[in-house]
T-cell receptor, first 115, second 112 residues
């Protein structure tokens, strides 16, 4: 079946502009995660959605970052007033549910470059 | 909170040689442990995971990992590396509170 998809695959923007990154999780997966992967760094957790519950936003680095998940499926990560330090690969993952040890399935990521 | 350390940023091995990638974790209870691989331009793919039971876990692509509680380690091994194994490898630890933490990754280069 189809895996996690993300769009765009690459995004170049100017400092100060807003960007939207999209994630389509695997059908039927109730949990959805966003991570940021900076050069030479591991994965930094940003935000997590589980079904209709309030999202866990504890990893968002600033109030310029926000995310929503419509209809329990597609998610959009928005970065407002982008800064050069926002340049990174943004990865989305989904899992059947959020449970200890549940496997997360990752999309190919969106590579964001802020000039 | 749990944490994971991958001491080696970059490892180079010759094709056909054996491989061991190190992973050390910190967590007060029995962790859930994962190894993921990320090929260039791709997302992360699960290689294997450990929950409980047999401490030697077999994964895809000929990889295995051994959970050693006494050493707080979950090292990834492969007896004979192929050129296609060149990638970034991430160890991750999950906790009972559903949090998952990833290591910084180890980049594997395979020499012909």
């Amino acid at each position: 079946g189809a895996g996690v998809s993300q769009s765009p695959s690459n995004k170049v923007t100017e400092k100060g502009k807003d960007v939207e990154l999209r994630c389509d999780p695997i059908s039927g997966h109730t949990a959805l995660y966003w991570y940021r992967q900076s050069l030479g760094q591991g994965l930094e957790f940003l935000i997590y959605f589980q079904g209709n519950s309030a999202p866990d936003k504890s990893g968002l680095p600033s109030d310029r970052f926000s995310a929503e998940r419509t209809g329990g499926s597609v998610s959009t990560l928005t970065i407002q007033r982008t800064q050069q330090e926002d340049s990174a690969v943004y990865l989305c993952a989904s899992s059947l549910e959020r449970a200890p040890g549940e496997t997360q399935y990752f999309g190919p990521g969106t590579r964001l470059l802020v000039l | 909170a749990q944490s994971v350390t991958q001491p080696d940023i970059h490892i180079t091995v010759s094709e056909g040689a054996s491989l061991e990638l190190r992973c050390n974790y910190s967590y007060g209870a029995t962790p859930y442990l994962f190894w993921y691989v990320q090929s260039p331009g791709q997302g992360l793919q699960l290689l294997l995971k450990y929950f409980s039971g047999d401490t030697l876990v077999q994964g895809i692509k000929g990889f295995e990992a051994e959970f050693k509680r006494s050493q707080s380690s979950f090292n990834l091994r492969k007896p004979s590396v192929h050129w296609s194994d060149a990638a970034e490898y991430f160890c991750a630890v999950g906790a009972n509170n559903n949090d998952m933490r990833f290591g910084a990754g180890t980049r594997l280069t395979v020499k012909p």
